[in-house]
């Protein structure tokens, strides 16, 4: 099975610093990959599919990246507001094998 | 607007059965996949099933298997967990999600308000 592997567990951060999570797949999944994102008590929010297609709505600050590999992949907050503190996960989706597997999380804090 | 109102939860024996369902609305329910994500108390997301929206594919993590049936009813707009030899590490809230498209090889664009399952003795 596929695994995927986020980098860091946690990080904190100052408002309005660059913030980027990785992640990591152990196999090529091409670009089906998605972040989401999970405020404290809240229900998970899609922020990115296809690896850096910005889903409707989320603020232009998100970006996400992937590598020619299909196995790095990277979100970015360009300059980090209060409001971004949450854990994000990345999930992979693509059908080979049918395992939508979520990565571990990344709790993002501010400092 | 897109809802998705999970029911079913609650305290379940070891060993015991449950059924989860997700009312859908909003939308056309039979051209969307449907996935059910589970979280344990303080833990991260695990994907659990998939059904494709006409219902003829389904796919289940490999711990669940055989234990877990995933099912929709599209006439009633209505996804199905059926969880069976329910073990202490299946203690989790259940989110119903529709996926973006017919395909389970989608991202997870809308999520219920889950339900709580507690299997404890």
């Known amino acids: 099975d596929i695994q995927l592997t986020q980098s860091p567990s946690s990080l904190s951060a100052s408002v309005g610093d660059r913030v980027t999570i990785a992640c990591r797949a152990s196999q090529d999944i091409n670009s089906y990959l998605a972040w989401y994102q999970q405020k404290p008590g809240k229900v998970p929010k899609l922020l990115i599919y296809a690896a850096s297609t910005l889903y409707s709505g989320v603020p232009s600050r998100f970006s996400g990246s992937g590598s020619v590999s299909g196995t790095d992949f990277t979100l970015t907050i360009s300059s980090l507001q209060p409001d971004d503190v949450a854990t994000y996960y990345c999930?992979?989706?693509?059908?080979?094998?049918?395992?939508?597997?979520f990565g571990q999380g990344t709790k993002l804090e501010i400092k | 607007e897109v809802q998705l109102l999970e029911s079913g939860g609650g305290l379940v024996q070891p060993g015991g059965s449950l059924r989860l369902s997700c009312a859908a609305s909003g939308f056309v329910f039979p051209t969307y996949a449907m996935t059910w994500v589970r979280q344990a108390p303080g833990k991260g997301l695990e994907w659990v099933s998939s059904?494709?929206?006409?219902?003829?594919?389904?796919y289940y993590i490999d711990s669940v298997k055989g234990r877990f049936t995933i099912s929709r009813d599209n006439s009633r707009n209505t996804l199905y967990i059926q969880i069976d030899s329910l073990r202490a590490d299946d203690t989790a809230i259940y989110y119903c999600?529709?996926?973006?498209?017919?395909?389970?090889?989608?991202?997870?664009?809308?999520w219920g308000q889950g339900s709580l399952v507690t299997v404890s003795s």
């Open positions: 999600a529709r996926n973006e498209r017919a395909t389970a090889t989608s991202p997870l664009e809308y």
């Open positions: 059904i494709t929206g006409s219902g003829a594919h389904t």
């Open positions: 999930q992979k989706y693509n059908y080979d094998p049918p395992m939508f597997t």
